[in-house]
């Protein structure tokens, strides 16, 4: 099973997906799985958004499924987002609302799981 998988049978447990997930090859039909995978997420409550209060957020799928890196610990992407907080927030070349960027996960402020303190606070 896959990732995109896993993830779709944690959201809608107890359900059979048909078809299979490699046979979604046409771009709109990807890009409709893409919108309801998003809407699942937030409806279920189980997701990581990242942007800022007056221009939205980006929806990302649950840290669980994020996977783990080649080379141990967090996942890629809990590095990577981590890492470019302050330069999206560093205002300059960078449009006035990202100084208020945040990240939060189903709701609440993101919380590092090795420091167990708030990264971002929501920006309300």
Known sequence: MSSLEDTLTGLLPGRVLTPELRTCRDHEHRAALICALTALTVTT???????????GDIILPPRLHWGASARGG???????????????????????NHGHARIHENGAPWSDDVRQTPLLPTAR
């Open 45 to 55: 409550g189980e997701y990581v958004a990242l942007g800022d209060p007056f221009d």
């Open 74 to 96: 967090d996942a890629w992407m809990t590095r990577a987002l981590r890492a470019s907080l302050d330069k999206v927030r560093a205002v300059g070349s960078n449009h006035a």
